[in-house]
């Protein structure tokens, strides 16, 4: 597509319970990161994928938080045990090259634990 | 570690005013600066962008300086129009990562409302 997808739009899931966010980068982008936004905050940057491998990490907040990108395209966000303090609205952005600063940001997904 | 504190919205302005939505940042290494902009509906847009000190980054009328003397990247728009109300967000990105969008310290977001 023309732009960053992401899917779904809005999740709904109970306290406990295991979800997985899907994030459809621009074809062809190298780059793919993760951000959370929380209401009222800014995003907070999550995880930053070049390829296949996670070349940052360090914004995933504990270990309930995983991202594959397997074949260095479509990648997915993995939420196990979720918290009610995980909802927010989860974020997927992807570049061009290393050295590109722009990055191009999906709609995002929307996250409620309820 | 880094942080970037911006005006509190929402703002309020009629068209054809004068906008500064300002912007100040704390970073330990020499950052790229970024506006970037959220229309209603959308997903997040750069608006603009500096890379060291004194550059000016501008796009659609917008303009913000990046100041290392006051720490500042300050955005401006001489004549607002209705269509540019939207949330904006000010945003650091430290150069140890390489740039790109790997570790984007971003304000909380500034809502801009235009009326006619």
């Known amino acids: 597509g023309a732009g960053v997808s992401q899917t779904p739009s809005n999740k709904v899931t109970e306290k406990g319970k295991y979800v997985e966010l899907r994030c459809d980068p621009i074809s062809g982008h190298t780059a793919l990161y993760w951000y959370r936004q929380s209401l009222g905050q800014g995003p907070e940057f999550l995880i930053y994928f070049q390829g296949t491998g996670a070349a940052d990490d360090s914004g995933l907040p504990n270990d309930r938080f995983f991202a594959v990108r397997p074949e260095g395209s479509v990648s997915t966000l993995k939420i196990q045990r979720t918290e009610r303090g995980d909802s927010a609205v989860y974020l997927c952005?992807?570049?061009?090259?290393?050295?590109?600063?722009?990055?191009?940001f999906g709609q995002g997904t929307r996250l409620t634990v309820v | 570690g880094d942080s970037v504190t911006q005006m509190e919205g929402p703002v309020t302005l009629s068209e054809e005013a004068f906008l500064t939505i300002n912007c100040t940042y704390t970073?330990?290494?020499?950052?790229?600066l970024f506006w970037y902009v959220q229309y209603p509906g959308e997903g997040l847009q750069l608006l603009l962008k500096a890379t060291k000190a004194d550059d000016k980054g501008s796009n659609k009328g917008f303009e913000a300086t990046y100041r290392k003397e006051t720490t500042s990247f300050h955005l401006e728009k001489g004549s607002v129009q209705v269509s540019d109300s939207a949330v904006y967000f000010c945003a650091l990105s430290d150069l140890r990562s390489g740039g790109g969008a790997d570790g984007l310290t971003f304000g909380k977001g500034t809502h801009l409302i235009i009326q006619p």
């Open positions: 952005a992807s570049s061009g090259t290393l050295a590109d600063t722009e990055a191009f």
């Open positions: 970073a330990t290494g020499y950052p790229s």
